[in-house]
Nanobody
Framework: VQLQASGGGLVQAGDSLRLSCAFSGRTYSNYAMGWFRQAPGKEREFVAAISQRSGATDYADSVKGRFAIFRDNIKNTAYLQMNDLKPEDTAVYYC?????????????????WGQGTQVTVSS
């Protein structure tokens, strides 16, 4: 599995960004997708996940109501729509893929990682 994340950038508090994660190498619809983030000096933390056919989603409490994860099973791409961004959202964001929806929500059990994309939110 290869994952290519993109869409990060420098924004102001209250702005929106959409991250994309392009998937290749396997059958995309067989994989649950997730997003994690890691701020300097902190552990990588779960942000959001979506099941193989978009029937289930899950979010960290810190982003509920502001972020939305969705996927396009034709374009083999997962997205993270981030609204009302806050300075504490500043981090490197990583996309993740795993055949198990349970595993894709846990950093220690994720099967495949993409490279990170930096999101910086200024106050």
């Amino acid at each position: 599995v290869q994952l290519q994340a993109s869409g990060g950038g420098l924004v102001q508090a209250g702005d929106s960004l959409r991250l994309s994660c392009a998937f290749s190498g396997r059958t995309y619809s067989n994989y649950a997708m997730g997003w994690f983030r890691q701020a300097p000096g902190k552990e990588r933390e779960f942000v959001a996940a979506i099941s193989q056919r978009s029937g289930a989603t899950d979010y960290a409490d810190s982003v509920k109501g502001r972020f939305a994860i969705f996927r396009d099973n034709i374009k083999n791409t997962a997205y993270l729509q981030m609204n009302d961004l806050k300075p504490e959202d500043t981090a490197v964001y990583y996309c993740a893929a795993d055949p198990s929806y349970y595993n894709v929500k846990r950093a220690k059990t994720v099967g495949s990682w993409g490279q990170g994309t930096q999101v910086t939110v200024s106050s």
